[in-house]
Antibody, heavy 127, light 110 residues
Framework: EVQLVESGGGLVQPGGSLRLSCAAS????????MSWVRQAPGKGLEWVAS????????NYVDSVKGRFTISRDNSNKSLYLHLDNLRTDDTAVYFC????????????????????WGQGTTVTVSS | QSVLTQPPSVSAAPGQKVTISCSGS????????ISWYRQLPGTAPKLLIS???ERPSGIPDRFSASKSGTSATLGITGLQTGDEATYYC???????????FGGGTHLTVL
C-alpha cells in the first residue's frame, strides 16, 4: 500500500524550531519529487516547498524562504521539513505529498499534481 | 488572498450536476497543468484530477475537468450526499516557481 506518514509536529514558542518527518512506503521513493503543503486552522491549502528526486533542487513559497528547509533521505525513504524562526502564522497542519513533477524531454518543468498525501501533523506556534 | 480564484460555495440537489470554476493567469493555469482535490473535514486532501483532465485509478467518471486559457472547470455529475466537501484547484506558477491553490469551494448537496 502506498503510504505517507508524517510526524514531528507539536507546540513551539515563536522563534523556535521543529523538524517534521514523512516516512514513505509502498512505492519507489527515488522516482518522485516530494512536497510539503500546509493548512492553517479554518483556511485553505498552501503549498510550502518541494524537492526533486535526488534532493538537489528545492523550491519554496516566499513566506518560508530562509526559515524552512526541505530535504530527503532516499536511503531511508524519508522526507523532512526543518522549520526555524517559527511565527504564529506558521500554525497549521502540515501534509507531505507525493509530487507528480519532473522535467520533460525538452527540459521544461511540469507539475501534474499531488497524488498521495499523508494524514498531516499539527504545528502550533504560541507563547 | 489565493492566487487562483474559486467560488466560496456551490450547491445542487442529489443526482444533479455541478461545476466549480477556477480562474488564474497566463503564468499559472495558462502555462501549466491543473489538478483538482477533494477534502472532507479533518482529513487530508485527495487527488481527483491530475494533468488537466486525468482521473487517478479509483476516481469514478462522475468527475471530469477541462481547461481553457487561464480558467479551468471541475464537473461532478450524479451528485451524492457523500460528495459534500471542499474542492480545491491547484497548478504550478511559472513566474514564482511555486505551486499554488485556489481558496477552495464548499459543495453542499441539498
Amino acid at each position: 500500500e502506498v503510504q505517507l506518514v508524517e510526524s514531528g509536529g507539536g507546540l513551539v514558542q515563536p522563534g523556535g524550531s521543529l523538524r517534521l518527518s514523512c516516512a514513505a512506503s509502498g512505492f519507489t521513493f527515488t522516482g518522485y519529487w516530494m512536497s510539503w503543503v500546509r493548512q492553517a486552522p479554518g483556511k485553505g491549502l498552501e503549498w510550502v516547498a518541494s524537492v526533486n528526486k535526488d534532493g538537489s533542487q528545492k523550491n519554496y513559497v516566499d513566506s518560508v524562504k530562509g526559515r524552512f528547509t526541505i530535504s530527503r533521505d532516499n536511503s531511508n525513504k524519508s522526507l523532512y521539513l526543518h522549520l526555524d524562526n517559527l511565527r504564529t502564522d506558521d500554525t497549521a497542519v502540515y501534509f507531505c505529498a507525493r509530487d507528480l513533477a519532473d522535467y520533460g524531454p525538452f527540459g521544461s518543468y511540469y507539475h501534474f499534481g499531488l497524488d498521495v498525501w499523508g494524514q498531516g501533523t499539527t504545528v502550533t506556534v504560541s507563547s | 488572498q489565493s492566487v487562483l480564484t474559486q467560488p466560496p460555495s456551490v450547491s445542487a440537489a442529489p443526482g444533479q450536476k455541478v461545476t466549480i470554476s477556477c480562474s488564474g493567469s497566463s503564468s499559472n493555469i495558462g502555462d501549466n497543468y491543473i489538478s483538482w482535490y477533494r477534502q472532507l473535514p479533518g482529513t487530508a486532501p485527495k487527488l481527483l484530477i491530475s494533468g488537466n483532465n486525468e482521473r487517478p485509478s479509483g476516481i469514478p467518471d462522475r468527475f471530469s475537468a477541462s481547461k481553457s486559457g487561464t480558467s479551468a472547470t471541475l464537473g461532478i455529475t450524479g451528485l451524492q450526499t457523500g460528495d459534500e466537501a471542499t474542492y480545491y484547484c491547484g497548478t504550478w506558477d511559472s513566474s514564482t516557481n511555486t505551486a499554488v491553490f485556489g481558496g477552495g469551494t464548499h459543495l453542499t448537496v441539498l
